[in-house]
């Protein structure tokens, strides 16, 4: 028989997550651009056209569009992965200033998605 459970080794789950930012890394203030791939209570996982340094401190403001929400993280660069597209990196951020709380945002970005493919949804005249 096949075990079909998965050991998570993380302290808080993931949550895959499709979400537009920008960023600037402490130090210098260098900007740069980058979507998340998930998120979690303890860190994120982001695609960035720049590469940035192990242990660079970083500052990240996610805003979702339509909404004022903006969500302002602090957090520290721990690994980096070149890929083979188009100078792109995957980068691990461990986050620094406190524990956060992803689900309102992930909730708030799924409900922002069904309401856009309800809008975009018409009945055809009668």
């Known amino acids: 028989m ?3 459970t998965k050991t998570e ?3 808080s789950p993931r949550f895959e997550i499709d979400i537009p930012f920008s960023g ?5 203030g260098h900007q740069f651009q980058a979507k998340t791939r998930d998120i979690s209570a303890w860190g994120v996982g982001v695609l960035v ?3 940035l340094s192990i242990g660079a401190q970083v500052d990240i403001e996610i805003s979702l569009s339509n909404i004022d929400d ?6 520290k660069v721990v690994w980096v992965k070149s890929m083979d597209k ?3 990196y995957r980068t691990g951020i461990s986050l620094v200033a406190s524990h956060f709380n992803p689900i309102p ?3 708030r970005m799924l409900q922002l998605k069904a309401a856009s493919r309800l809008n975009s949804f018409r009945l055809p005249p009668s």
């Open 2 to 4: 096949i075990d079909w």
């Open 9 to 11: 080794k993380r302290r």
């Open 24 to 28: 600037f890394v402490s130090a210098d």
């Open 49 to 51: 056209y720049d590469h």
């Open 70 to 75: 903006k969500f302002c993280l602090k957090g």
């Open 86 to 88: 188009l100078d792109q």
């Open 105 to 107: 945002l992930v909730l």
